[in-house]
């Protein structure tokens, strides 16, 4: 888990409204990057887009 500078355009789902209790995504064309909202500082969890990609292409199939 590496921190990002605050720079970073981080992107919280319309779903989770004013809540707290949700993730946050940075995209770029070589990393998905997912942090919580509740700790931003504490951390992300950072995976190759290509992974992210077949990773969300497996929700939308069911």
């Known amino acids: 888990m590496t921190p990002h500078a605050d ?9 989770s409204a004013r809540e707290t209790a949700c993730v946050e995504l940075a995209l ?12 931003r500082q504490g951390g992300t ?3 190759p887009f ?3 990609r ?3 292409a497996q929700l939308r199939e069911r």
């Open 7 to 15: 720079t970073d355009m981080w992107c919280k789902s319309s779903y």
């Open 28 to 39: 770029d064309p070589s990393r998905a990057r997912v942090r919580d909202t509740k700790d």
């Open 45 to 47: 969890l950072e995976v």
């Open 50 to 52: 290509s992974a992210w």
């Open 54 to 56: 077949a990773f969300t």
